[in-house]
C-alpha cells in the first residue's frame, strides 16, 4: 500500500513541477507578445506622424517660399483646409 502512494505521490508532485513550469512558460509568452505588440504599435504610431507631418506640411498656405508671392489676399490653396477669409499678414 505505502509504494502506491509513493508513486501516486510522486506523480502528483511531478504533475505540479509541470504546471508550474507551464505557468513559467506562459508568463514568458505574454511578456514576449506584449514587446512585441508595443514594437509594432510604436511603428505604426511613428509612420502616422510622419504622415501626418507630410500632409500638415504640404497644406498650409505660405509654407514654401514659392508659394507666398501667388497667394493674394483672401485667397487659398486649392484643397487648403483654412476658411476663404484667411488673408495673409502685411508684410
Known amino acids: ?6 508513486d501516486k505521490e510522486n506523480i502528483v508532485r511531478n504533475l505540479f513541477l509541470d504546471h508550474a513550469q507551464l505557468v513559467i512558460d506562459l508568463e514568458v509568452a505574454v511578456q514576449e507578445y506584449n514587446t512585441a505588440y508595443n ?4 511603428i505604426i504610431y511613428q509612420v502616422r506622424r510622419e504622415r501626418d507631418r507630410r500632409q500638415t506640411r504640404t497644406c498650409i498656405p505660405g509654407r514654401q517660399p514659392g508659394q507666398r508671392s501667388q497667394l493674394s489676399p483672401g485667397a487659398t490653396r486649392p484643397g487648403s483646409t483654412w476658411p476663404n477669409s484667411w488673408t495673409m499678414p502685411a508684410g
Not at 500500500?1 to 509513493?6: C, F, G, H, V, W
Not at 514594437?39 to 510604436?42: F, I, L, S, T
Request: net charge negative; aromatic share 10%; glycine share 10%.
Open 1 to 6: 500500500m505505502r509504494i502506491e502512494d509513493a
Open 39 to 42: 514594437n509594432y504599435d510604436g
